[in-house]
């Protein structure tokens, strides 16, 4: 059974950054594209990033040049490095992977 548990949300002022996890089990990780997608209150859930079995990267427009996504086999782990947080950027954060999501992890950019 996929598991996917998410780490790593907080409170954390515009400008700064914070780096997202998601440790995937039930799996074999290595050959699976990645996701992360976000949902904000009252919005619908939205895609951010994913990255492909061979490291291939995609974005959402509004976080080019600000997010990265990365993953690490050996840990079956996928990251979300997240810069120049916005207000905007206020969400909770979702892995996704095959037709699973994790729990969720928020994420709350405020002064």
């Known amino acids: 059974q996929v598991q996917l548990v998410e780490s790593g949300g907080g409170l954390v002022q515009p400008g700064g950054s914070l780096k997202l996890s998601c440790a995937a089990s039930?799996?074999?990780?290595?050959?699976?594209?990645m996701n992360w997608f976000r949902q904000a209150p009252g919005k619908q859930r939205g895609f951010v990033a994913s990255i492909t079995p061979g490291g291939t990267t995609n974005y959402e427009d509004s976080v080019k040049g600000r997010f990265t996504i990365s993953r690490d086999n050996a840990k079956n782990t996928v990251y979300l490095q997240m810069n120049s947080l916005k207000p905007e950027d206020t969400a909770v954060y979702y892995c996704?992977?095959?037709?699973?999501w994790g729990q969720g992890t928020q994420v709350t950019v405020s002064s």
């Open positions: 039930g799996i074999i990780f290595s050959g699976a594209a």
């Open positions: 996704y992977v095959r037709g699973r």
